[in-house]
C-alpha cells in the first residue's frame, strides 16, 4: 500500500506564495506519474500539476502555467508543488495523487493513490 501526506498549506494574501509537499511512503515502479489536484468551494476536482516518474516530464493546468512548478526529489518520495502568485482562485483543498495507469494526467479517475488534502485559502 502507498500513503502519500501532504504538508504545507496555509493563508496567504493575494500575490504571496507556498510550497506544498507531499511524501511517499513506498515509491515502486508501477507508480508512472505524481499529480497534484485541487477542488474549491462547489467545485470539481482538477488537475493542477503532475510529473512523470519515469522521463521527468511536467504538465500543467492553463490557469496555472508559469505560476506553479511541480518537482520530485530523485528518490521519488517527495513530491513538491510551489505555489507563487497566488490569488483567490487558487483557494481549494490541493491534493496529492499517484498514477499507476495510462491515461490523461488530468483525470482524477486515473490515480489510485490520495492524500488526505491540504487547504490553501488566499486572501484578496
Known amino acids: 500500500q502507498v500513503q502519500l501526506v501532504e504538508s504545507g498549506g496555509g493563508s496567504v494574501p493575494a500575490g504571496g506564495s507556498l510550497r506544498l509537499s507531499c511524501a511517499v511512503s513506498r515509491y515502486y515502479h508501477g507508480i508512472v506519474s505524481m499529480a497534484w489536484f485541487r477542488q474549491g468551494p462547489r467545485k470539481e476536482r482538477e488537475g493542477v500539476a503532475a510529473?512523470?516518474?519515469?522521463?521527468?516530464?511536467?504538465y500543467y493546468a492553463d490557469s496555472v502555467k508559469g505560476r506553479f512548478t511541480i518537482s520530485q526529489d530523485n528518490a521519488k518520495t517527495t513530491v513538491s508543488l510551489q505555489m507563487n502568485n497566488l490569488n483567490p482562485e487558487d483557494t481549494a483543498v490541493y491534493y496529492c495523487a499517484a498514477k499507476v495507469r495510462s491515461g490523461a494526467w488530468s483525470d482524477p479517475g486515473r490515480y489510485t493513490y490520495w492524500g488526505q488534502g491540504t487547504q490553501v485559502t488566499v486572501s484578496a
Open positions: 510529473v512523470s516518474t519515469l522521463t521527468d516530464v511536467t
